[in-house]
């Protein structure tokens, strides 16, 4: 029950952060409470049962994506948005037309928690009857990840990668200009 | 009230989809375009965890005594993904900052008005 | 920030723990929660507050731009070279089984080496984009 209260409010904890975010035109204000919306959601992660995805949510979405935006923020100097001109409403009716179908979409989705759901029928049984006897490793997110899905984890080793060598191509050539520039004289 | 709590989680989810949805239709500034997308990322990222949870289940961590966990399947996938989604958007930022060298602004009208002067 | 005594000390006294804390996350993430993607971010928040309280200039001593380059590319390829290796010993690719007499030991070191790739990779690309982004805004 105390687990149910907690997902609820810290939920509506969100979704108060999303519309901060949304509404609030100073951007330092954004970054921060972008910041606090990625905790929540780490908070949200450890009460749905998944320590491994809170872990590197709290890492990552409040620690890095946060330094990187105001790195970026810094380098932007502008430190306001300019408010929209006119009230934007065909974002508005899109935006609204598409929640209401997808909220249509989940009166059909079984009910959250429920251990029956076709979800949590196919593989997932065999991973964790099977998954310490085959690998020896008693956290099974770690099992999937590195053995039975390791092929898929190597492309997305290779996607960070990419994603940094991207980064190095479109911000990392001024520095060697200024590097030669130096032994010159 | 039975309904309404099996289906809060979702309900929320598609709310934060769609504000993050709306933040990158409506707002013009590129650095508030690239939040909003993460908060439309986050709000799948909640779906998946949302779909993989058990009630009287436990992180998927086999030990002594415990029988019934979530399923580990969803974190994989989510937990790849946000790393992976912090790269990506390391290169959002990154042509952000390059637009802004290049045109001196991060709003979009403004880019969009030196575009067509030329 | 580069004269404040309190962050200088404070600094000093967690990037050891912060360190050592990544290595037990990668290292002990067979039997808790953590892996290599958890502790190669949190390796790289170490160096970023580093960077943060020392400067820019002399993290880069610390960590060479250069090493970063081919740290990140070490752990691609520390990744791939199991999955050859086990090609070489008679398996699939990444089918770690054939690593060792014992399947399940196999399994197990092929497990703990490729989140060493998996660690080594993703802390190398968090430094690189850190120090492209501030590097950016020094000249």
């Known amino acids: 029950m105390i687990d149910i209260l907690i997902d609820v409010t810290l939920l509506a904890f969100l979704a108060i952060t999303a519309i901060a975010i949304l509404r609030i035109h100073n951007l330092f204000a954004v970054i921060m409470l972008f910041g606090i919306f990625s905790l929540l959601s780490a908070g949200v992660f450890v009460v749905l049962d998944a320590a491994d995805v809170a872990f590197t949510e709290a890492s990552v979405g409040a620690g890095i994506s946060t330094v990187l935006m105001l790195g970026t923020l810094a380098l932007t100097r502008g430190h306001h948005e300019k408010p929209p001109a006119h009230r934007p409403w065909l974002p508005l009716v899109v935006v609204l037309v598409t929640g209401a179908a997808l909220v249509y979409g989940t009166v059909d989705i079984p009910g959250f928690g429920d251990p029956a759901t076709p979800a949590q029928q196919h593989v997932a049984p065999r991973y964790l009857e099977q998954g310490q006897a085959e690998t020896g490793v008693p956290n099974i997110v770690t099992a999937v990840l590195a053995s039975y899905r390791g092929y898929d984890t190597l492309g997305e080793v290779t996607v960070i990668f990419t994603a940094g060598i991207g980064v190095l191509l479109l911000l990392g050539r001024r520095r060697r200009d200024k590097a030669s520039k130096d032994e010159q004289p | ?118 | 920030m580069k004269h404040d005594l309190i962050l200088r000390v404070l600094a000093k006294l967690l990037i050891p723990v912060i360190v050592l804390f990544a290595l037990y996350v990668q290292f002990h993430g067979d039997y808790g929660p953590g892996g290599g993607f958890q502790a190669g971010v949190i390796f790289s928040v170490a160096f970023i507050f580093y960077a943060l309280v020392f400067g820019l200039d002399s993290a880069e001593r610390v960590i060479p731009a250069g090493v970063l380059r081919v740290l990140a590319s070490l752990g691609v390829l520390i990744y791939a070279g199991v999955g050859v290796i086990t090609l070489f010993k008679g398996g699939n690719f990444l089918d770690y089984d054939v690593l060792s007499q014992n399947p399940v030991a196999g399994q197990h070191l092929g497990i703990l080496v490729i989140e060493l790739g998996v660690g080594i990779t993703v802390s190398a690309v968090m430094l690189i984009i850190f120090f492209t982004f501030a590097g950016r805004g020094r000249d």
């Open chain 2, 1 to 118: 009230m039975q309904f309404i709590l099996d289906h809060y989680n979702y309900w929320i989810v598609i709310f934060l989809m769609m504000v993050g949805f709306y933040t990158v239709i409506s707002r013009g500034n590129l650095i508030k375009k690239i939040a909003g997308l993460n908060m439309f990322q986050t709000s799948v990222f909640l779906l998946y965890i949302s779909i993989g949870n058990v009630s009287g289940g436990t992180t998927p961590i086999i030990a002594e005594g415990f029988r019934a966990y979530s399923n580990p399947l969803p974190h994989v996938l989510i937990l790849t993904a946000i790393v992976v989604g912090v790269a990506t958007t390391a290169l959002g930022l990154a042509l952000v900052v390059r637009i802004r060298e290049a045109y001196g602004s991060i709003e979009e009208e403004e880019i969009h008005k030196q575009d067509e002067s030329f």
